[in-house]
Nanobody, 124 residues
Framework: QVQLVESGGGLVQAGGSLRLSCAASGRTFSNNAMGWFRQAPGKEREFVAAVNWSGGITTYADSVKGRFTISRDNAKNTVYLQMNSLKPEDTAVYYC?????????????????WGQGTQVTVSS
């Protein structure tokens, strides 16, 4: 059974940092793109960041560019999201996702597997 398990969320003050992790089990995703999405209360799920199969290509939403960094460790079957200079508007449930393809994707429909999410709350 394929599982994606996020961790690292929590409560942080504005300007602080958090590092999210997403550990995959049940199959290897070393040949697959991985992504992070988030959903705030009352809003639709939105793209945050994505990385291709090798980790060599990344893409970000404009709202997080320059503050967030996505990376992956294929040996550990894990993807990370380093979040710096956090703002209250970053408050959301953050979801990890794995695609069937190898490239990077911003559309949620390109992702086949999803984690349960981890809450990130940024206080002002």
């Amino acid at each position: 059974q394929v599982q994606l398990v996020e961790s690292g969320g929590g409560l942080v003050q504005a300007g602080g940092s958090l590092r999210l992790s997403c550990a995959a089990s049940g199959r290897t995703f070393s040949n697959n793109a991985m992504g992070w999405f988030r959903q705030a209360p009352g809003k639709e799920r939105e793209f945050v960041a994505a990385v291709n199969w090798s980790g060599g290509i990344t893409t970000y939403a404009d709202s997080v560019k320059g503050r967030f960094t996505i990376s992956r460790d294929n040996a550990k079957n894990t993807v990370y999201l380093q979040m710096n200079s956090l703002k209250p508007e970053d408050t959301a449930v953050y979801y990890c996702a794995a695609a069937l393809g190898a490239n990077y994707y911003t559309a949620p429909q390109m992702y086949r597997y999803w984690g349960q999410g981890t809450q990130v709350t940024v206080s002002s």
